[in-house]
């Protein structure tokens, strides 16, 4: 690992002394590492270097996360609301020795949390039950932060999360980018073209009243969610730079995508590529376990178009920045951008297969 690393981390209040640093996850947008304590009772940090192209103000990326976790303890202080009381937990801040809550170096920002120890996250789910804790984490979180006043949060990304308006973009990019177009980028835009006129489904149902904003979590895939080694259970919900008022619905389908897909969004498999119904019964059904209470038949009402809808999202997200020369998400490989997009394309594709089933599921769940 690089001296300047080494520096960054030595600048944060570090409870003992610092043994190693190493990549942690899979991020597509910060980087992230943890640093290992030479004192094991001390704990862990995650040390992440925000991408400042993304997050323009990321001064306000921290006043969010504080706004939460100050809310959230609160809210556990009077109760948690999960009947099956799942012990909540959430990464503290580690200042610089300086005293500040991060760190502008070189032009970078960086930032320091406490590693939860004791969990683990994976990237693809491996059984039935824990794509109920997944839900049901999902659930617990949504319950605690719907009722955090939405001007105690910045808006840190705008645009996030509004198909319409990832639409919009994609189609600027489509008429301006110069990028050779090979026989499946020609396959993917045709499935967009195919498609674009459901993107605005959850919006309108929200011009139209149906719907309403409440503070989400913007980012709840499934390694986002941390299970506790010993028991299984879901017992947090990091990486809180998207937490902004939106509709709960693209926090669910994000989850729902990123979890009822066994072969996860970094696949080759195209063809096997498959949204899962048993995962999805499981999921949905940990998350009404805790976040039914709050939710309304409408909101319910909306939840299939919110499966079809996230992985047609993310699949144009993909796109867009593989044709705008891969400026947004971190790639490994030319071409990565664009075999991301496909993938997600193809789980819309088996969501839509299986419609009429993920209806009948949600009215089954109500
Ligand atoms: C990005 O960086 P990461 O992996 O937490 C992206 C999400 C996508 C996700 C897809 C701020 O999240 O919206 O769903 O990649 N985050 C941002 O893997 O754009
Ligand atoms: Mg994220």
Redesign the pocket.
């Known amino acids: 690992m690089n001296s300047e690393l080494w520096a960054v981390v030595e600048a944060f209040a570090l409870p003992a002394p610092v043994v190693a640093i190493e990549p942690l996850g899979h991020?597509?947008?910060?980087a992230t590492y943890r640093v290992r304590l030479a004192d094991g009772a001390a704990g862990d940090g995650v040390l992440q270097r925000l991408n400042t192209t993304?997050f323009r103000q990321p001064q306000l990326v921290m006043a969010n996360i504080a706004a939460v976790a100050e809310h959230v303890e609160r809210r556990l202080a009077q109760g948690n609301p999960d009947p099956e009381a799942r012990p909540w937990r959430m990464p503290a801040l580690v200042p610089s020795r300086s005293g500040e809550p991060w760190l502008e170096r070189g032009g970078s920002f960086w930032r320091m949390l406490t590693f939860l120890e004791g969990t683990r996250s994976v990237d693809t789910i491996e059984s039935p039950d824990q794509a109920r804790e997944i839900g049901a984490g999902l659930g617990l979180f949504h319950a605690l932060i719907h009722d955090l006043p939405a001007e105690q949060l910045a808006d840190t990304?705008e645009g996030f999360h509004v198909t319409p308006l990832y639409l919009e973009r994609y189609k600027a990019v489509l008429a301006s980018s110069e990028r050779p177009r090979c026989e499946r980028c020609r396959e993917a835009i045709a499935f967009v073209a195919a498609r674009e006129a459901g993107a605005g489904v959850l919006e309108e149902a929200l011009a139209a009243g149906r719907l309403r904003l409440r503070p989400i979590h913007g980012?709840p895939?499934i390694n986002n969610l941390l299970l506790c080694n010993d028991s299984g259970r879901a017992v947090a919900l990091i990486?809180l730079?998207?937490v902004k008022p939106g509709l709960v619905h693209y926090d669910i389908g994000?989850c729902l995508r990123s979890a009822c897909n066994p072969l996860g969004?970094e696949t080759d498999a195209l063809d096997a590529v498959q949204f899962d119904l048993n995962l999805a019964e499981r999921l949905l059904h940990g998350y009404l376990s805790v976040a039914r209470g709050f939710l309304s038949d409408a909101d319910l009402d909306a939840i299939p178009d919110a499966i079809a809808l996230l992985p047609f999202e993310?699949g144009l997200r993909f796109l867009t920045d593989h044709l705008a020369g891969d400026t947004y998400?971190t790639i490994a490989r030319p071409g990565h951008n664009l075999d991301r997009a496909l993938v997600q394309f193809r789980l819309a594709e088996s969501v839509e297969r299986q419609r009429a089933q993920i209806q009948a599921l949600v009215e089954g769940l109500r």
């Open positions: 991020g597509n947008v910060n993304v990304l980012d895939k990486d730079d998207t994000d969004e993310l998400f």
